[in-house]
């Protein structure tokens, strides 16, 4: 391949890798790797490990909580520590979707 080719390739390369940090956090906990579909699209916590997490950690982090709450893999949260912290977050994210 020559200049050109890799040039593409690198320039084809960057803008999947782009697009999925926009769109997905990349999440990894005890369970294994998740990608969870964001809120909003921005490059904030396109990569969290949070198999360390405490409820501070989860408390500076609300938008990934949110979008995993939003998400099919709420087994992410299942930490009986952060059940208080789970609700108040769901009731968060039905007032950011506009449910009842």
Known sequence: MGRVGTFV????????????ANHYH??????????IPKLNQTLKDT??????????????HPMLAA????SEHKEILEDTSLSGFRNKVGSMV???????
């Open 9 to 20: 390739s690198g320039m084809i390369t960057g803008a999947i890798l782009l697009y999925v």
């Open 26 to 35: 990349i999440v990894r906990s005890d369970k294994g790797l998740f990608a």
């Open 47 to 60: 990569y969290v490990d949070v198999r360390d997490f405490s409820l501070r950690d989860w408390q500076a």
């Open 67 to 70: 979008s995993i709450l939003g």
């Open 94 to 100: 039905s007032e950011f979707l506009g449910e009842t």
